[in-house]
Nanobody, 118 residues
């Protein structure tokens, strides 16, 4: 059973930056797609970004040019660098393991809160 543990969330002002990290343990990492989803209060869960084992990346339109997903297979970690944050980025961010473009997530972390507010 794989375990995914997110870290790096917090409170940041609009225009600021945060880097989320996800550490995977207990399962295969390098051959899977890793992704980030988010869920804001009162809204449906949203796909944010993903990275295949080939390092091909995918982003939802609203974060393109601001967020960067990366992975380090030797350390079983995936990161999400978030730049120029906006209040609408406020959500709980979840790390997932899955296949393809990452939309079909199989395993989920517990989530980390990101709040963008002045």
């Amino acid at each position: 059973q794989v375990q995914l543990v997110e870290s790096g969330g917090g409170l940041v002002q609009p225009g600021g930056s945060l880097r989320l990290s996800c550490a995977a343990s207990g399962g295969t990492f390098s051959s899977y797609s890793m992704a980030w989803f988010r869920q804001a209060p009162g809204k449906e869960r949203e796909y944010v970004a993903a990275i295949r084992w080939t390092n091909a990346t995918y982003y939802t339109q609203s974060v393109k040019g601001r967020f960067i997903i990366s992975r380090e297979n030797a350390k079983n970690t995936v990161s999400l660098q978030m730049l120029n944050l906006k209040p609408e980025d406020t959500a709980v961010y979840y790390c997932t393991r899955g296949h393809g473009s990452g939309r079909s997530a199989v395993d989920w972390g517990q989530g980390t809160q990101v709040t963008v507010s002045a």
